[in-house]
């Protein structure tokens, strides 16, 4: 209740303005009126001044209202600031920072506004535009300074910002550094025409959004570096899982050529194009099907080393999870596992995918009737010690679905000695708009 009588606090005040400053008009009038037709009602006349005099007073009262004053600029900032985050979605690009410096000109008494990096200039609105164009080398000696200290400048004369004195209008400045961390990456830039219009106001803002604008790119910054770790994790990956089993299925290629050529030229293609994916999908993102599809096909190349009798795969995914938006290689590699540490020494190892919707959620199961495993390696693969080997493989998966389906997705380990291994992946979210990306937490 006491933040929307805040928010409503503004437009009282306002109505209550132009009340008062209406009466004031309408009485002015009436004075006016009875002076030009010299008709004098000295009633009429002492009221409408009375109302005259009164509805000024209270106008430039609530004016000078200091609550009236820093509402309406208050207002007027978190309206700005808005606008500005708005602009920084993706990071300070040139095309962003000439929004803002157009967005921050008229908003200040300032003649200029200037968006650098630390080199060039990003952005420039105001006077002396077309002398400034964005790309053009910075040229003040005071920019050059807060680049290499990282201090804010408030300069009242045109030697210190670095220009002849006869040479611009431009008298007066305040520049801001813009920091990622410790690190000093660009300033932003007011000009003024004089001095004097250097207020306390304006300090403030200069240092509020460059305050704004350094934490926005930090966060633009920590976003890249996110996704580079992602795209790094997904490489590292792929390395891991390549090498044992290229030489694996190359082998048994090469055992096939004499004995059947034909299943050989067949699994060769069908190796080529599982390259040619494993390479391709290292975007964020891939449909379910293209990556139980990829399973699929890694799963031919068991099946020709260990054979039929030995191992064997069942797929039953619900036609809605097809759609589904996952990362890639979160199947496989599950897959994979179970065929390297389940295969029991004698009889058939069934792998089973299964995939449902449950709500708004999407559970992926990967299930074997292999060997199972002992309660310590189950929380081997939970938590595991090494950077290698079976643990680690699973954690990657359960590192990406948290990456990619928020912190409320998880990860099931379930297994029995003799009775095999269920690895269930509970992707929170992902049946509701299936074909758009699910939204981080």
């Known amino acids: 209740m006491e933040e929307e009588n805040e928010k409503e606090h503004p437009s009282r005040l306002f109505t209550l303005e132009m009340l008062m400053f209406t009466i004031a008009v309408i009485s002015g009038m009436v004075l006016l009126y009875s002076l030009v037709t010299r008709e004098i009602n000295i009633f009429v006349l002492f009221a409408a001044g009375l109302s005259f005099t009164l509805s000024i007073v209270m106008v430039i009262r609530l004016l000078m209202d200091p609550d009236s004053v820093r509402a309406r600029q208050s207002d007027a900032m978190l309206k700005l600031a808005s ?22 000109l008229p908003s200040t008494a300032a003649i200029a506004v200037a968006i650098t990096d630390k080199e060039q200039i990003l ?6 535009a ?26 009242f004369t045109p030697e210190e910002i670095g220009f002849s004195d006869d040479t611009t209008n431009i008298r007066a400045a305040i520049i801001v550094p813009l920091k990622i961390g410790k690190n000093v990456e660009g300033t932003l830039k007011f000009y003024y025409r004089r001095a004097k219009h250097i207020s306390e106001t304006q ?17 633009a910054a920590l976003e890249e570096q996110t996704k580079l770790a992602t795209s790094m994790e997904l490489k590292m990956l792929q390395s891991q899982i390549n090498p044992h089993f290229l030489f694996n299925t190359i082998n048994t290629i090469a055992s096939l050529i004499r004995t059947d050529p034909e299943t050989a030229r067949t699994l060769l293609r069908e190796f080529a194009v599982f390259y040619r994916r494993t390479l391709e ?16 096909r890694y799963f031919t190349f068991e099946v020709a080393r260990f054979g039929a009798e030995r191992v064997a795969m069942q797929v039953d995914i619900d036609a809605e999870v097809e759609d589904m938006l996952v990362p890639p290689f979160l199947i496989q590699p599950l897959v994979e596992n179970a065929v390297r540490h389940a295969m029991p020494s004698e009889g058939r190892l069934t792998v089973t995918v299964t995939g449902r919707i449950e709500g708004n959620d999407v559970v992926v199961s990967v299930a074997d009737d292999g060997v199972g495993m002992t ?59 299936p074909t758009e990306e699910p939204a981080n937490h």
Not at 83 to 104: N, P, V
């Open 203 to 219: 300090k403030s803002i200069a240092e509020g959004f460059g305050k704004l604008l350094s934490t926005q790119m930090a966060a």
């Open 123 to 128: 952005a420039y609105s105001g006077y002396e």
């Open 281 to 296: 999908d290292s975007a964020d993102l891939i449909v379910f099907a293209r990556e139980i599809e990829q399973t699929q």
């Open 130 to 155: 077309a002398a400034n164009p964005s790309g053009s080398m910075i040229r003040t000696l005071a920019t050059h300074a807060t680049l290499n200290d990282g201090m804010m400048r408030i300069l």
């Open 83 to 104: 606008q500005t985050l708005a602009y920084m979605s993706d990071g300070l690009d040139r095309e962003a920072a000439q929004k803002i410096c157009g967005l921050l």
């Open 375 to 433: 309660e310590e390696a189950r929380q081997n693969i939970l938590h595991p010690e090494s950077s290698t080997g079976l643990g680690i493989a699973v954690k990657n998966v359960h590192d990406r679905i948290h990456g990619y389906f928020g912190s409320s997705a998880h990860m099931d380990v379930e297994s029995e000695l003799g009775r095999g291994t269920c690895v269930r992946l509970v992707l929170t979210g992902g049946a509701v708009n």
